[in-house]
Nanobody, 123 residues
């Protein structure tokens, strides 16, 4: 059974940082592209970042470039999202997902999803 478990969310002041983690099990992690999405209250889920199976290629939502960094550790079956200079509009539930197709930016390309972790940025 595939499981993706996010952690690291919480309440942070604007300008602060958080590092999200997503631990994967039940799949051959190193063969999956991984991604992060988020969903703000009352809004649709949106793409945040993606990383290829090897970690050699990454892709970001244009609005987040320079503030967020995605990385992975295949030895630990874990993908990370480092979030800096956080803004209130970054508030939402953050989900990690796994895509057998590799580096993917559309949610329908992803095969497995975590339950999400809440990030709240106060002004």
């Amino acid at each position: 059974q595939v499981q993706l478990v996010e952690s690291g969310g919480g309440l942070v002041q604007a300008g602060g940082s958080l590092r999200l983690s997503c631990a994967a099990s039940g799949l051959t992690f190193s063969t999956y592209g991984m991604g992060w999405f988020r969903q703000a209250p009352g809004k649709e889920r949106e793409f945040v970042a993606a990383i290829s199976w090897s970690g050699g290629n990454t892709y970001y939502a244009d609005s987040l470039k320079g503030r967020f960094t995605i990385s992975r550790d295949n030895a630990k079956n874990t993908v990370y999202l480092q979030m800096n200079s956080l803004k209130p509009e970054d508030t939402g539930v953050y989900y990690c997902a796994a895509a057998l197709t590799g580096l993917a930016k559309k949610d329908y390309e992803y095969d497995y999803w975590g339950q999400g972790t809440q990030v709240t940025v106060s002004s």
